[in-house]
C-alpha cells in the first residue's frame, strides 16, 4: 500500500460546480498535512495547510480526519482556473519528511 | 518575494556524462529536500538535509546519485553517469521543519 493515496481522475466538472477530493494515509504518526496545487509544467505551489479543526480559505476547504486517515478538499463555485492537478502531502511526526501523493487532475468547463 | 532557485532549467546530455543540478533555497529555511518527477512516478522524494546535514537519501540511487549541502546557501545534484531513465523534472524545495515548502521551478533533464 502507498504511503499517501490519490485518485488520479481526471474529474471534469462544470464551472461553478462543487467537487471533492480525498487522498489516505497510511502513517497514523503523521502530524502535518497540505494540499498543494500544480500546474501543467509547473512547480508544485502551496495551496494550504489542514488542521484537525478544519480550515476554510475562499472558496476551498480542507479536513483531516485522523480516526479514518484521510484528508479532503472541497473547492466550491468551481472556476476554469482551478483546473489543476492537487497533491496531498502528509509529513510523518519525526523527520519531517513530506510524501506526496500522485495528485488529482481537475479539470473545470465551461 | 523569497523564491528557492534551481540551475539549469533544461538540461540535454548524452548516456554516460555527469549533470550537475543546483539550487539556492530561501534564505533562513532549514530543510532541503530534492524530488524527481515522471508521468508514471509522480513526485519521488530523493533526498533531504535539515541544517545542511543529510538525514534521509534512501530515495536515491547510490550508485550514481550524489546529493550535498557544501554551504547553507547552496544545494547540489549530481548524477554520474547518467542515463535515459534519469529523464525528469527534477525539483528543489526548501522550508522550515513541519512546514510547508516552497519549490523551485525545476530542472527539466533528458539524457539521450
Keep these: 500500500r502507498k504511503e499517501v493515496e490519490q485518485d488520479p481522475g481526471p474529474f471534469n ?4 460546480a462543487t467537487v471533492a477530493f480525498n487522498c489516505t494515509y497510511s502513517n497514523s504518526a503523521s502530524q502535518s ?11 508544485p505551489k502551496l495551496l494550504m495547510s489542514v488542521y484537525s479543526s478544519g480550515n476554510e480559505d475562499g472558496r476551498f476547504t480542507a479536513q483531516l480526519n485522523r480516526a479514518s486517515q484521510y484528508i479532503s478538499l472541497l473547492i466550491r463555485d468551481s472556476k476554469l482556473s482551478d483546473s489543476a492537478t492537487y497533491l496531498c502531502v502528509v509529513i510523518d511526526g519525526t523527520a519531517s519528511k513530506l510524501t506526496f501523493g500522485t495528485g488529482t487532475r481537475l479539470q473545470v468547463t465551461l | 518575494d523569497a ?8 538540461k540535454v546530455t548524452e548516456m554516460g556524462q555527469e549533470v550537475t543540478m543546483r539550487c539556492q533555497p530561501i534564505l533562513g529555511h532549514n530543510t532541503v529536500f530534492w524530488y524527481r518527477q515522471t508521468m508514471m512516478q509522480g513526485l519521488e522524494l530523493l533526498a533531504y538535509f535539515r541544517n545542511r546535514a543529510p538525514l534521509d537519501d534512501s530515495g536515491m540511487p547510490k550508485d550514481r546519485f550524489s546529493a550535498e549541502m557544501p554551504d547553507a546557501t547552496l544545494a547540489t545534484l549530481k548524477i554520474q553517469p547518467s542515463e535515459p531513465r534519469d529523464s525528469a523534472v527534477y525539483f528543489c524545495a526548501s522550508g522550515l521543519s513541519g512546514a510547508g515548502n516552497s519549490f523551485g521551478s525545476g530542472t ?5
Aim: charged share 30%; hydrophobic share 30%.
Design chain 1, 13 to 16: 466538472v462544470p464551472e461553478g
Design chain 1, 33 to 43: 498535512f497540505f494540499w498543494y496545487r500544480q500546474d501543467c509544467r509547473k512547480e
Design chain 2, 3 to 10: 523564491r528557492v532557485t534551481q540551475t539549469p532549467r533544461h
Design chain 2, 108 to 112: 527539466r533533464l533528458t539524457v539521450v
